[in-house]
């Protein structure tokens, strides 16, 4: 099945508010031409999300959030609703980012009520999933992504996951220059699409997009894109660059091997 090229720019908590505008800017304006075959997103810090969609109105880049509130509203000091995300024009939302997960203490039942609120939105949802250094050393690493699969996408129908991007991001290779090999990345992915296909159907398992999250870089996005089963990327510190998140975006949009 042909999967669409997806790849999100997450800008986690970097730039301000001319510098996040400027970015955008400079990436709506290449879009018209470079862009027109694959998904791209940007997730900017949530102050920035109104004036980085007003300068991305009108071009083929979508507007995404890092995260969201696992509850519709109230009186939660801090939180950013589901609702308050679409006000803004936001249509996608990460959930279950490694950071949230491991620096901020998210748990997995807090991950999984957060991605049931996304869809239950209308968002559509990158769950990001991966295991650390320690756990893949152990031999755990297939073991965790499954578990982390199994506990976000529990009770939730194959039809609510049709629109969904799984993100595979080893936590060892977020920020550190050290990315997955495209053999690594190959394998991880296949393992993530036998899992919905066994636990769902493989139309679901073939029609989902997986993508590729880690040290991403222009060096490097060629070889992993070219992996069959890596349908794209999430780039971290890569996205912040507009010329290297292009040259990204141009490498899915020439090289990925779907099947
Ligand atoms: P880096 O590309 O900076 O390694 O970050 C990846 C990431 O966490 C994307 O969500």
Not at 85 to 103: K, M, P
Not at 195 to 217: H, P
Not at 239 to 252: E, Q, R, V, Y
């Amino acid at each position: 099945m042909q999967r669409r090229p997806f790849i999100g720019g997450n800008w986690k908590m970097n730039t301000d508010l001319a510098s996040g505008a400027a970015l955008a800017q400079a990436l709506g304006a290449a879009s018209v031409n470079a862009l027109s075959s694959i998904d791209v997103v940007v997730f900017p810090p949530f102050p920035y999300l109104q004036s980085v969609g007003r300068a991305l109105n009108a071009t083929a880049i979508a507007l995404g959030a890092q995260d969201l509130s696992s509850e519709a509203n109230g009186a939660l000091t801090g939180e950013v609703s589901a609702e308050m995300l679409t006000d803004l024009g936001v249509t996608w939302v990460l959930v279950g980012h490694s950071e949230r997960r491991h620096r901020l203490g998210e748990s997995e039942a807090l991950v999984a009520e957060k991605f049931a609120m996304a869809l239950a939105s209308g968002l559509c949802a990158v769950l990001c999933v991966g295991e650390t250094l320690e756990e893949r050393k152990a031999g755990r690493a297939h073991e965790v992504v499954v578990r982390q699969l199994e506990s976000a996408l529990h009770g939730l129908s194959a039809d609510s996951l049709r629109e969904i991007v799984v993100a595979y991001e080893p936590v060892w290779a977020i920020g550190t220059g050290v990315a997955a090999t495209a053999t690594d990345a190959h394998e991880a992915h296949r393992e993530i699409r036998s899992f919905v296909s066994s636990r769902y159907d493989s139309e679901l398992a073939s029609g989902i997009r997986i993508v590729y999250g880690g040290s991403l870089v222009p060096g490097n996005a060629k070889t992993i894109f070219a992996e069959p089963g890596v349908d794209g990327g999430l780039v971290g510190g890569a996205s912040l660059k507009a010329g290297d998140f292009l040259s990204i975006c141009s490498a899915a949009a020439i090289g990925i091997a779907t099947g």
